[in-house]
């Protein structure tokens, strides 16, 4: 991949955005907001691969990556009026239909071509496939951490803001005050992934993102920019907000010292 190549990629993706946008040319609050997230992981992809020293065409394959990402999302939610995939379409399979119907990777080799499909389909999954060969892996590792970073300011932002209490579907509509799952406190506590089926209160919805910061984040830059944006202290303080719950502590501890390894 060459830089004409990505920017060809680059114009080819905010056209086809374009096509959900209203008569006056505006895109829908919600189709903006999933644009705006994409531009942003782009950054911190960019940061990201500043920080463990990439060049050349890995940074443009990196970069291409960001964008494609989430390129299931505008017709998820022009079709279905939601982006949780439970209750609508898997938005990364639906990603990769989107560009091969569209053909955005057709000046790409394919070997390159295969690479990007890639990313885009195990963007979301619990784990990145321990049968992609290495560069894939690489890349797809940039993208997922990349995404955690801006799903970070999204959920800092709501927080600020009051989001979560004003508008409960924002956290799949679970209980606000309810205890934590100790289903979800083990299993962060031992680094593994969190169940999605466990989720049953908002504390447990918070977890999910603690439970990123043990084990979630692959590369040492996106965990010194997790530890300088203090997003661990700022999860616990508001689930201690919800909760006395003890396991909290215990969780946080245990995020906290894998988190400074």
Not at 125 to 146: G, I, M, N, Q
Request: glycine share 6%.
């Amino acid at each position: 991949m060459i830089r004409p190549e990505l920017d060809a990629l680059i114009a080819r993706y905010l056209a086809y955005v374009q096509t959900f946008a209203r008569a006056d040319g505006a895109l829908e609050m919600m189709h903006q907001l999933k644009l705006d997230h994409t531009r942003l992981v782009v950054e911190a992809a960019q940061q990201i691969m500043r920080g463990e020293s990439w060049s050349g065409e890995r940074c443009l394959l990196g970069e291409a990556g960001a964008w494609l990402h989430d390129a299931g999302r505008y017709s998820q939610f022009a079709q279905y009026k939601t982006f949780r995939d439970s209750e609508s379409i898997d938005h990364a399979v639906q990603g990769v239909k989107v560009i091969r119907e569209n053909s955005w990777l057709s000046d790409l080799s394919p070997a390159q071509q295969h690479q990007l499909l890639t990313v885009v389909a195990v963007h979301n999954k619990k784990a990145v496939p321990t049968d992609l060969d290495a560069e894939t892996a690489l890349l797809a590792h940039l993208v997922r951490d990349a995404d955690k970073l801006d799903i970070f300011r999204i959920f800092e932002e709501k927080l600020n803001d009051g989001s979560f209490i004003r508008n409960p579907e924002i956290a799949w509509n679970v209980d606000i005050h309810g205890a934590p799952n100790p289903r979800v406190l083990e299993a962060i506590c031992r680094g593994e992934a969190v169940e999605y089926s466990d989720i049953h209160s908002l504390s447990d919805f918070v977890l999910i993102q603690i439970g990123w910061l043990n084990g979630g984040l692959y590369y040492t830059t996106t965990r010194q920019i997790a530890r300088e944006r203090k997003i661990l202290e700022l999860q616990e303080n508001f689930l201690h907000q919800l909760t006395d719950d003890p396991g909290i502590v215990r969780c946080c501890n245990a995020v906290r010292e894998a988190l400074n390894r």
